[in-house]
């Protein structure tokens, strides 16, 4: 879930010259019509005459991680931070590059200080319950998103929001009495469609799950959580051919859970190359995930590629050297190996 960058309330003009200001409201023309390149050069130039303005940094920071460069971001937002620490807006559109990069806790310092800083603005309460769910503090993250909901009842994408931590600490009436009020709120949004169906789909209610995915597959043909949830379903309900022909459909990206269910559901099926297959990417994407090698390595034993299969095995143990079911499979190889059968 990305939060919306944060503008800034008043900005930090003093001091500028008549010149760097005409560029900030140039560059502020190009930026609000969505020209994000030519803003990010215009304000580069106002860069250039002001370096350690602010108001300047933090402009350049925010195009840079609307840009799709978090990095650069983050180093231009840090130093508008520390030229004035009191915006919130800085801390804000900080913290969401911090998410970027993946520096979450850093990020939910930023985004805690700008609720502080602004208190009445719900955005920075949502950014910091994103960060918080994302971090698995669900507890933490609600409490965020009812301080966001205090300001604005009717915020649709925070009541989504909460509604996944509320599932994730088993609270799910709860959950979905606030997905349905975004629903409600907003009956076209995708997303809410899909927690909902995370939601039902828990509940094993996989019809009323499955209606929502395509609802917001509808919305959003391209939505790799709907993707994954149908596959899932498919899977759970052992419809192993539908599953693996949704993952086929949804494979045109670094899904790893669509890998696994896709990998095994071909397995089940006895479609043994294309498991491998499977298999052999979800490690290439996870070279430290024991129960990708355990797959890889429950194909090559089927295959009779008996050498592959404990070298995998193996490589589990490394990772795992608690796995019952490698050091047996391991130790089966070995004496099949010994007695040349």
């Known amino acids: 879930m990305a939060g919306a960058p944060t503008p800034t309330s008043t900005p930090r003009t003093a001091g500028l010259t008549p010149d760097v200001l005409r560029l900030l409201r140039a560059g502020a023309e190009q930026h609000e019509r969505g020209r994000l390149r030519e803003a990010e050069a215009i304000y580069k130039d106002a860069l250039a005459a002001a370096p350690y303005n602010p108001e300047v940094l933090h402009l350049v920071g925010l195009v840079s991680y609307q840009l799709g460069r978090p990095h650069d971001a983050v180093a231009h937002l840090e130093r508008a931070v520390a030229a004035d620490g009191l915006v919130a807006a800085y801390h804000d559109n900080l913290g969401l590059a911090l998410r970027a990069v993946g520096r979450l806790e850093e990020a939910a310092i930023a985004h805690r200080q700008a609720a502080v800083l602004d208190r ?87 019809e009323e799950a499955r209606a929502h995915y395509a609802e917001a597959l509808k919305l959003d043909p391209s939505s790799p959580d709907a993707r994954r949830g149908v596959a899932l379903i498919l899977f759970q309900t052992q419809d192993f051919a539908g599953a693996a022909d949704a993952v086929r459909a949804a494979l045109d990206g670094p899904d790893v859970d669509i890998l696994h269910i896709g990998a095994e559901s071909a397995r089940r099926l006895g479609r043994l190359d294309e498991s491998e297959a499977l298999y052999r990417r979800l490690c290439a994407a996870t070279p430290r995930s024991a129960d990708a090698l355990r797959g890889l390595a429950g194909v090559l034993f089927e295959r009779g590629a008996f050498k592959e299969a404990r070298d995998a095995y193996q490589a589990v143990l490394a990772i795992d050297p608690a796995c019952a079911i490698s050091r047996a499979q391991t130790d089966a190889i070995k004496a099949k190996q010994e007695t040349g059968r």
Do not use: C, M
Not at 132 to 153: C, K, M, V, Y
Not at 181 to 186: E, M, Q
Not at 195 to 200: G, H, R, S
């Open 120 to 206: 009445h603005t719900p955005g920075a309460h949502f950014n910091l319950g994103a960060v918080l769910q994302s971090l698995g503090r669900h507890e933490d993250a609600i409490a965020a998103f009812r301080r966001a909901l205090a300001i604005a009842p009717d915020y649709p994408e925070v009541h989504n929001a909460i509604a996944a931590s509320f599932a994730r600490t088993g609270k799910n009436e709860l959950a979905l009495s606030h997905v349905r009020r975004a629903l409600a709120t907003r009956p076209g949004f995708a997303d809410a469609h899909v927690t909902t169906a995370n939601i039902l789909a828990s509940q094993d209610r996989f």
